[in-house]
């Protein structure tokens, strides 16, 4: 959710960050702009729409110099226009870019108003800029007036300040949105994720919440909040820059829906071996505490949240923990009951969803036994704020759809919960079934991508329609919830979800030829119950595009159209079961138009509440 980069450099920086934020764009945005220092002039370019739009205005009005800032902005406070996109500027001296809320704006708007201050925008983020012009005229040094100003702000932001006195130097604060600094030879740079710096440097710091970053061609200086000097590690970047690039592919979410073979291969990784767990694998900290716990809670949003559902299934019946599974940005206000020897587990693909880190650091005041997190992204803050933690290893995921994250999210706590039902009952038979199954899921995986054909000629049933309803059972439940988001983040199509016995309570008044019904019919023990619930739609006529096994093809093709499943151990068919879901989602949003990429108004990382 809106994207920041900035860069110090001996070379003109326009073409950089244009070049990042081109690499920012999966982040979901509206308007883009750029800030250029030049021979202490600053300079200004701004537009509505995407980035490409805003090349055109460079090409026609170049913006040289080797300071500067840049931003997509998604919008919060103020319609998407070319008046409210970032950088934001006060007079002809400051300009800053901005992620995240203040969520005082509003007050210190007034109070700016009143000592004369005139506002171009309906941002909160011009009151910033506005507030470092008050900071720097009551003598302030730079760094102690951005210091002043992040002291009056209320909310979770990243800032990025650029002042023409001080014109070899950019200003960075993060306090509860991400920034890494990029370190160059020669020249350093500031942006809100690694990906937009790829392709200048692979050698990056990770600001922790409330640092303060002073950059410059030459070095970065870190402080904490009160300015006094710290350090942090330099990481390099696992990622490369092929891996932020289609390849091949139309769109990064069909290469990403491709990947997912490899990506649950590496998630699986070494943690197994002869069809067992691998113990090496996990930290000795991790099992002594897993051997401690009576109960779980899981928190996460969105894609992640369907995944935490289905992994209740799987603690409650494999390792019979019970287990509690709530979406983030309800948790937070609930009065909660926390039992002992509870672990708290937070599931984010980023690990910066607001939500969820706000849950989690809720979890520890609440005093859980242990936090945990699943994520894609070792160094986020979700990572590095739990006690513990369990990675995917997915790599980059471009698309704003969720795919090759949500497979490799359920592997991973699949995983776990075999390591959990091992401390306590699983046999060695029992773990090496599951473990066997788990081996399997690539080689299954493909044999349905092998036959994306398939799925792209079903997206034809699904191209004219309004709604579309998508029913399961049990543990198939949570990837209906699932397809059912797919199809409407990428689609526009409404789109629900229900547990196939709940039709009669209410979504049979819905059911005529008009209204598509994707049904999940996996060969387990409820196999006959659905099929009777699939008998209600036909009879009101439904039309139905079943999922299901060879075993069952005959008898439901008189139904509907079948697309046959490969056989796979029930306990794993879940994951199995979301890849034709994608497939289907994806082919249809193609057939319709819409920017598979980019679905409006959607935001990859979504880092405000």
């Known amino acids: 959710m809106c994207g920041i980069i900035g860069g110090c450099s001996q070379r003109d920086v326009a073409p950089l960050l244009l070049a990042g934020l081109q690499h920012l764009e999966y982040r979901g945005y509206d308007s883009a702009g750029m800030a250029i220092l030049n021979e202490g002039n600053l300079q200004r370019c701004r537009a509505l729409g995407k980035v490409a739009k805003l090349g055109e205005l460079l090409e026609q009005n170049p913006l040289q110099g080797a300071v500067g800032i840049a931003h997509t902005r998604w919008a919060t406070h103020g319609e998407p226009s070319e008046r409210n996109a970032h950088p934001h ?21 007034m109070q700016l108003s009143q000592l004369g201050y005139e506002f171009n925008s309906e941002t909160d ?31 979770a932001f990243a800032l990025v300040f650029l002042y ?101 291969l590496a998630t699986v990784g070494d943690r197994v071996k002869d069809n067992r767990l691998n113990l090496d694998a996990f930290s000795p900290e991790l099992l002594a505490t897993l051997e401690k716990i009576k109960r779980i809670q899981i928190v996460a949003c969105g894609t992640s949240y369907h995944a935490g559902l289905v992994a209740r299934a799987w603690f409650e019946v494999e390792a019979r923990v019970a287990t509690q599974v709530d979406v983030a940005s309800e948790w937070r206000y609930h009065d909660v009951l926390v039992e002992p020897d509870t672990l708290f587990i937070v599931i984010s693909q980023s690990g910066e969803t607001a939500d969820a880190l706000a849950a989690l650091r809720l979890a520890k005041v609440r005093g859980y036994a242990v936090t945990l997190s699943i994520c894609n992204v070792a160094e986020s803050a979700i990572v590095r704020e739990t006690d513990m933690h369990l990675l995917t290893f997915a790599g980059p995921e471009i698309g704003v759809a969720s795919t090759k994250a949500f497979t490799t999210q359920l592997v991973a706590l699949f995983l776990l919960m075999v390591l959990m039902g091992r401390q306590r009952f699983l046999s060695e038979l029992q773990e090496e079934a599951l473990i066997t199954s788990l081996q399997h899921l690539p080689e299954q995986i493909d044999f349905i991508l092998d036959r994306s054909a398939e ?31 797919k199809l409407k983040e ?41 099929k009777s619930n699939l008998q209600e739609v036909k009879a009101r006529g439904g039309n139905l595009l079943i999922l299901t096994h060879q075993a069952n093809k005959e008898s439901l093709e008189r139904d509907g159209v079948v697309f046959v499943m490969p056989d796979t151990s029930p306990i794993v068919s879940p994951i199995l079961y979301t890849i034709p879901l994608q497939l289907l989602a994806y082919y249809v949003a193609v057939l319709k138009g819409t920017d598979v990429d980019q679905p409006r108004n959607l935001a990859k990382s979504v880092t405000v509440e």
């Open 164 to 264: 023409k006195k001080m014109p070899d130097t950019l200003i960075a604060v993060r306090k509860g949105s991400p920034l890494v600094v990029g370190c160059g030879i020669g020249e350093n740079f500031i942006a809100s994720d690694t990906l937009a710096l790829l392709p200048i440097t692979q050698q990056f710091i990770h600001l922790e919440e409330g640092d303060v970053a002073e950059i410059t061609r030459h070095e970065t200086r870190l402080f904490d909040s009160e300015l006094n000097p710290i350090t942090r590690p330099i990481c390099r970047a696992k990622a490369d820059h092929a891996s932020v690039t289609r390849g091949e592919y139309r769109h990064f979410m069909l290469k990403e829906i491709f990947e997912q073979p490899k990506s649950v």
């Open 455 to 485: 799925i792209e000629a079903l997206a034809k049933l699904l191209v004219h329609s309004q709604h579309a309803l998508f029913l399961g059972r049990n543990i198939h439940y949570p990837i209906a919830l699932e397809g059912a988001l």
């Open 125 to 155: 983020t011009e009151t910033v800029a506005h507030l470092l012009h008050r900071a720097l005229g009551q003598g302030h040094s730079f760094l102690q007036a951005v210091q002043t100003v992040v002291g009056q702000l209320e909310g």
């Open 490 to 530: 990428l689609t526009y199509i409404h789109a629900e979800a229900y547990p196939a016995g709940e039709l009669k309570h209410g979504p049979l008044a819905l059911i005529d030829n008009n209204m598509p019904v994707i049904a999940l019919v996996p060969q387990d023990n409820l196999v006959d119950k659905i």
């Open 89 to 109: 500027v006060s007079g002809t001296d400051i300009a800053v870019v901005h992620n995240g809320i203040i969520e005082n704006h509003e007050i210190l708007k």
